[in-house]
């Protein structure tokens, strides 16, 4: 192989590591609902939206989740201090928020949890109606 | 130039793998923690190193039922320690999830038992953690909640058992504490830590009580 060919592959290899590097440390593209749910909500709430006996709350539970559309993002990103009813039960241990998720990932769980769970819904949610919403939770 | 990238991706691989699996293992025998050496003169006037086991048996909690919990409750026992509070917004309902699967393992055993302790005096009185223990559907017989009498107690038992567990203004609810699992043995002595946040640890924990019931029942 020519000393001028070797130059090249070996000048690429580098080019693409450093785009690597630099890809890396701008803003990390946005995961899909199933994994980020896996990932955030799963140890808690369940694989299949179970919810823990009469500790953790389901969220498999469609009426709960059409009549608390608007809040959904809210409770997502700020938890949850007060005392609900899901399906017949009421619990009333606190819920932290994840702080560390931005607009389009909390989108993207309430959309993979209202398409598991939420029975009929007309729209799916976008990152401008969580941005809309989280200026004025409670 | 072919050899060379297919060395450098084998070698790659054999270091990259292992870290993908992640399983549990059926050990030997469990260490004992809380060992230390100390010189001390024997009866001769020699000095000699001898070995000083910690043993965490005096301990005074009031459980869920309102019962006197203390070491001669877990006599003869293999038992689960952890720290709690009922108001948890964070790692309790993942840790209390993870304390039930091990409940629920050792369903028939009388010889596995569990002891949370409360690190909220003021909000966890016996009733609040009577409500907490109806929530998760678990009984006094096999799994004390209980609570220190004081807060000097407590920050004792948490120095013993080698665990934070303090007042944090900074923290969620309020308290910062240790999500550790910590296993003991028939004779009061620390034998593993656990992360009771990672459901895989409790696994882990399952077998090593196994271990140590086989180590019990032997001598």
Sequence with gaps: MSVNLRIIIL????????????????????????????????????????????????????VFLQENKEEFACIIAYGLDKSITVNGTTYNSPMEGFANLNAIEIANIANYVYANWGGEIS???????IEKTLLNCE | ??????????????????????????????????????????????????????????????????????AHTFKNKVYVVDFFFTHCPTICPIMTKNMVKIYDHFESNNQVAFLSHTIDLKNDSVPQLKAYANKVGISSKRWHMATPLNKEALNFLAAQYMVSAEEDPNSPGGFMHSGAFILMDQQHRIRGYYDGTVTHDADQLILDIDLLLKETNER
């Design chain 2, 1 to 70: 130039m072919n050899r060379v990238i297919f060395t450098c991706a084998f070698f790659a691989s054999i270091f990259l793998l292992p870290g993908c699996i992640e399983h549990t293992h059926q050990k030997e025998q469990l260490k004992i923690y809380g060992q230390q050496e100390v010189l001390v003169k024997d009866s001769m006037g020699q000095e000699v190193i001898d070995t000083v086991t910690l043993h965490i048996d005096s301990f005074n909690l009031i459980n869920q039922d309102s019962q006197l919990v203390t």
């Design chain 1, 11 to 62: 000048g690429s290899f580098v080019a693409i590591l450093l785009g690597l590097l630099v890809f890396r440390s701008c803003e990390r593209p946005p995961q899909k609902g199933k994994k980020l749910y896996a990932e955030n909500c799963a140890s808690c709430h369940g694989f299949q939206g179970e919810g823990f006996r009469n500790l953790i709350p389901p969220l498999n539970d469609s």
């Design chain 1, 123 to 129: 729209e799916k949610f976008t990152s401008q109606d």
